[in-house]
């Protein structure tokens, strides 16, 4: 089984960026379309941001233009980056491998909470 590992969250004011990481265990990870994912506090997790093996992404439309998910296979790590932050950004973070159902493939991490002031 997979174990993914999240970092990089943080509080920031609204306008700033960040940069989450994700480390997978295993080889595995090269073999899957990545996602990363989001929880708000009395919401359903979403999922954001889309990284197929062709290496084209996709985007939920709150965070297009602000966000860009990559991957370093080398180093079994994907990564969000998040630009000009807003509030409503303000989640737990994880990523995993996406299904065809959009869900997480595997075991969730313990994820990174970012939370973004105004």
């Known amino acids: 089984q997979v174990q993914l590992v999240e970092s990089g969250g943080g509080l920031v004011q609204a306008g700033e960026s960040l940069r989450l990481s994700c480390a997978a265990s295993?080889?595995?990870?090269?073999?899957?379309?990545m996602g990363w994912y989001r929880q708000a506090p009395g919401k359903q997790r979403e999922l954001v941001a889309t990284?197929?093996?062709?290496?084209?992404?996709n985007y939920v439309d709150s965070v297009k233009g602000r966000f860009t998910i990559s991957r370093d296979t080398a180093k079994n790590t994907v990564y969000l980056q998040m630009n000009n932050l807003k509030p409503e950004d303000t989640a737990v973070y994880y990523c995993?491998?996406?299904?065809?159902?959009?869900?997480?493939?595997?075991?969730w991490g313990q994820g990174t909470q970012v939370t973004v002031s105004s």
């Open positions: 995993n491998a996406v299904k065809y159902d959009r869900s997480g493939l595997w075991n």
């Open positions: 295993g080889s595995l990870f090269s073999f899957n379309t």
């Open positions: 990284l197929f093996l062709s290496g084209s992404t």
